[in-house]
């Protein structure tokens, strides 16, 4: 039971980091704009800084951007598919988690993957809903 919300929040902590990524500026001059308003900052704050701070090539950035493009493509069409129950969306989200980071691992180096861990595993512990 334990595993499944950790595995559920791990889920939904890389969703929101596709669509940091997605949505976060070229460069971290931009991320303090007036334009990236507080709201976003909030809900995608933690897990873009998480990525920005992985000191990506702009070769990386680029292949990175495109995982998560194309993750979100993906969750919005799980999220919509009326045939699938709560469960399946569920399983069908993990499989793109999996894939999420599988791609990832091809796209960064062993000392940028172990970092990402790092701060994946911080940002777990302090998240309220997975004490």
Known sequence: ???????????????????????????????????????????????????????LTDDQKAKVKDIFADAKTKKQAVSSDASLSEEQKKAKMKELHTSIMAKLNEVLTPDQQTELKTKMEAARAKSPSHP
């Open 1 to 55: 039971m334990k595993i499944k919300r950790l595995l559920g929040g791990l889920v939904s902590l890389c969703l929101v980091a596709a669509l940091a990524v997605i949505l976060a500026p070229t460069n971290s001059q931009a991320a303090t704009a007036p334009q990236a308003g507080g709201k976003e900052m909030g809900m995608h704050g933690g897990l873009q800084a998480a990525v920005e701070s992985l000191n």
